[in-house]
């Protein structure tokens, strides 16, 4: 069988298919070592993001280490296997060597998207020590607010959970209110029940961990 084209000479049916498949292996090669490419070095920039929010929530410490979490308690490896989605925490230290708290990552649903952040805490005095949006599809120039509004972001330093988001402009009395953005309160609230949530669950393990590390 041959497929006539009008103004050529049939071509026989198998050489389209071969051309075709060709093609398409070619395509898909070329698909192959693109992601090749690019996965180390995408992976590298998000490795080099997080160590920056790291720093940045908790203040600058003098070091880091990087603790798994399980239901028993905080390790430093994680149970059975190296899992790149394993849940872990980071535990700061001054220059002296004292912990000077915990820099953790959460993430649930928002108004449109996942939020991702991370935030600070401490956890002898109970306070959050900062909090920063690490990604969010929040709607633009209002629920985006989370992340760019810095007055919302410089609240929960300092804030002691659990925390509580009142109406912008009512005044902050208890040391655990957040003002909510106005027009965007239903993302200010997902902020703010992200980390209560996470610390509900996370709390009395990292308080333990302090505990036990303390000389």
Do not use: C
């Amino acid at each position: 069988m041959t497929t006539e084209i009008a103004g050529t000479r049939d071509v026989p049916s198998w050489r389209l298919l071969a051309t075709l498949g060709i093609a398409g292996a070619v395509a898909g090669l070329l698909v192959v070592l693109v992601q090749g490419w690019a996965e180390p070095r995408i992976e590298s920039h998000r490795a080099a993001v997080l160590e920056a929010a790291i720093m940045n929530v908790l203040g600058e410490p003098a070091r880091y280490d990087t603790l798994y979490v399980a239901e028993t308690g905080l390790s430093r490896r994680p149970a059975g296997t190296m899992d790149a989605e394993a849940d872990r925490v980071y535990l700061g230290y001054d220059a002296g060597g004292r912990p000077v708290g915990y820099a953790i990552t959460a993430a649930e649903p928002g108004f449109q998207d996942v939020i991702r952040l991370i935030f600070g805490y401490e956890p002898a005095s109970g306070n959050v020590l900062g909090m920063q949006v690490l990604e969010n599809k929040e709607t633009p120039g209002l629920g985006d607010k989370i992340e760019k509004d810095a007055s919302f972001v410089a609240e929960f330093e300092g804030a002691t959970a659990p925390l509580a988001g009142v109406k912008a402009g009512a005044g902050v009395g208890e040391a655990g209110e957040v003002d909510m953005i106005t027009g965007a309160t239903i993302s200010s609230r997902a902020v703010i029940g992200i980390i209560n949530r996470r610390l509900e669950r996370l709390d009395p393990l990292l308080r333990t961990y302090v505990a036990e590390a303390a000389p």
